[in-house]
């Protein structure tokens, strides 16, 4: 019955690929007239999406600054106007989200028009992957449009091995790169991020987007490096340790992460499930013999604490 019923309506799946057709369509459209640009002239797009983008956020910004700037240097603020700036800080945090993802809608399917023919020039070009000669011989299909929509979107893209998941995944991390704040490749293991970046690197090299590698033998000063260029490759471990030491250092300048932006998950039941039961825990070091003196300084402070809550 079930199988008789998606035979006259369909399945999810298929409702879900038929309203992306038009945009796949526009894609294939724009693509044929990028192959009369020159190599500058298509990497020119680049700089164009990123003005195009920068421009709608503009205002928000310069307002952004004005509010901090005020939370720093105003020693007069009284906590209500204080605690206004800040709720109008999230707002415009928001409001700047909603522009920027209006703006990588409107612009998607040039962009991904842009990264296919950036694919396309690449064919037949051999270059150095983890000490492999690899030959490049891949142009996006129309499926892997699909794919790098639905990734765009924050939905899963079912892929099996061999399909292009990696090609895949250049499409929406180019996209969401130009927004300038930072995007996430998250994979399983040192290896594969290694492999991935340098196995995608042309592309993103050819369009003018710088891409960065965390490793696990990294410096504090080489993560930050690389986690300023417009896209990180790396493991859902180095992500996630990362992120607490950040939260533990006592000066702004030690962080080496930017604000999160946009993450692609590869192997996602992989790292959402598997190795999601296993917490990251991560401690600063204690000296020996200072629990108890620190017990004894903080118990009266808590204590405090809690009776002026209480009361």
């Known amino acids: ?17 038929k309203l992306l057709l038009p945009i796949v369509e526009q894609i294939n459209a724009i693509f044929p007239t990028l192959a009369t640009l020159s190599t500058d002239e298509l990497r020119a797009k680049t700089d164009a999406f990123k003005t195009q983008i920068a421009s709608v956020v503009g205002d928000l910004l310069t307002e952004r600054e004005q509010i901090l700037e005020r939370l720093r240097t105003d020693a007069d603020l009284e906590h209500t106007e204080r605690s206004n ?11 700047q989200f909603t522009a920027i993802q209006e703006t990588l ?4 399917p040039e962009a991904f028009a842009v990264v296919k023919e950036a694919c396309r ?13 690899q030959t490049w011989d891949m142009v996006p299909y ?11 979107q924050g939905k899963i893209s079912e892929m099996a091995t061999g399909e292009g998941k990696t090609l895949v995944a250049t499409l929406p991390l180019y996209l969401n790169a130009l927004a300038g704040r930072g995007v996430h490749l998250v994979t399983v293991n040192d290896y594969l991020a290694k492999r991935d970046r340098e196995w995608m690197r042309p592309v993103f090299d ?30 859902n471990n180095e992500f996630g340790f990362d992120y607490l030491r ?14 999160h932006w946009f993450a692609i998950v590869d192997e996602v039941d992989s790292v959402l499930i598997d190795e999601a039961r296993t917490p990251l825990i991560i401690s600063g070091p204690v ?15 808590v204590r405090r604490l809690v009776e002026t809550q209480s009361k």
Do not use: W
């Open 142 to 152: 129309d499926v892997q449009l699909i794919g790098g929509i639905v990734l765009h």
């Open 206 to 235: 050819l369009l003018g987007v710088s891409t960065g590698c965390i490793q696990s033998n990294m410096a504090p000063h080489q993560r930050k490096q690389e986690y300023g260029a417009d896209i990180t490759y790396g493991t």
């Open 1 to 17: 019955m079930l199988q008789a019923l998606r035979k006259i309506f369909g399945s999810k799946s298929d409702k879900d690929v």
């Open 85 to 95: 700036l800040y709720a109008r800080l999230a707002e415009n945090d928001r409001e």
């Open 105 to 108: 809608t409107e612009i998607l």
């Open 287 to 301: 000296t020996t013999g200072s629990t108890e003196k620190s017990f004894v300084d903080m118990n009266p402070r």
């Open 246 to 259: 950040d939260n533990m250092v006592t000066d702004a300048d030690d962080m080496v992460q930017r604000p």
């Open 121 to 133: 020039r690449l064919v037949g070009h051999t270059y150095d992957v983890v000490g492999h000669e």
